[in-house]
């Protein structure tokens, strides 16, 4: 049976997000991830998650000014000392949350660099990264993201991702596959989990092409997570989704895997 994760960076916005974590308990998840926990202090965080008795199973390094349309350092030129620090910011997180896997943004395409330039810098820069979160047993994880979601970013595609997890070249790098942004990319998704399966650190889970809560779009959710579980994935399912139900309704949705 799959595990999964509530975001509660999408997920119970209706509360603080400390509370949220008690939230995802109650509704039936057996884990959380979020997107980027910065703005709370950390040891309120800790204190949150040790309450719910969650573990932290994947947060974003920071990305930047997201408000200015960042989204992602580490294909872009003239922020190294930036991107360290985010690095840093997000393994000190994670270490004390206890969460194992940070997914690192690249970023945008730049047109002031040849896209091989681009690529050799983004292979550089996640190279430091895996570096400095082996130093506390943490994984980085890229994930490709759809034109339609993410116009612009330089990772949109999953063949570029396999190939970017080899070129790096180190033992901690894997994939995020979002089942949400390879349907909007390639479809064909059960043959892709198959493909991908050998180098997918985390799954991740939406409806297409809603973006909503699994069940609700074109995909057989249920049989998809049938599949994922067949192949003997132990690892966790983030819900990283946009709910229809009204806020403190029930998941219906997640009934069956409690």
């Known amino acids: 049976m799959p595990k999964f994760a509530a975001n509660i960076s999408w997920l119970f916005t209706e509360l603080p997000f400390v509370e949220r974590f008690a939230r995802a308990r109650e509704a039936g998840f057996t884990g959380v991830e979020c997107l980027f926990p910065y703005e709370v202090p950390l040891a309120e965080l800790c204190d949150a998650q040790r309450q719910s008795g969650l573990p932290v199973v994947l947060i974003n390094a920071p990305p930047g000014d997201w408000a200015r349309g960042a989204r992602g350092l580490a294909a872009q030129p003239d922020c190294d000392e930036a991107f360290i620090d985010a690095i840093l910011l997000a393994r000190e997180y994670a270490s004390a949350l206890g969460c194992r896997q940070v997914h690192v943004m690249a970023g945008h395409r730049v047109i002031s ?18 570096n400095l979160l082996a130093e506390k047993n943490i994984s980085v994880l890229i994930e490709p993201l759809n034109k339609e979601d993410m116009p612009g970013y330089f990772v949109n595609s999953f063949p570029l991702a396999e190939k970017i997890i080899h070129d790096v070249g180190c033992d901690n790098i ?51 997570f049938s599949q994922i579980d067949n192949m003997n994935y132990h690892g966790w399912v983030g819900c990283e989704y946009q709910p229809l139900t009204p806020p403190g309704a029930d998941i219906h949705w997640l009934a069956p895997y409690k």
């Open 113 to 130: 660099l040849s896209e091989q330039q681009q690529y050799q810098l983004l292979i550089q820069r996640l190279r430091q990264a895996a």
């Open 174 to 224: 894997g994939l995020q596959f979002d089942i949400y942004h390879c349907q909007k990319l390639h479809g064909n998704i059960i043959n892709n989990i198959k493909r991908y399966l050998p180098i997918t650190r985390h799954y991740q889970v939406a409806s297409s092409p809603g973006r909503n809560e699994p069940g609700s779009g074109e995909l057989n959710d249920d049989w998809i």
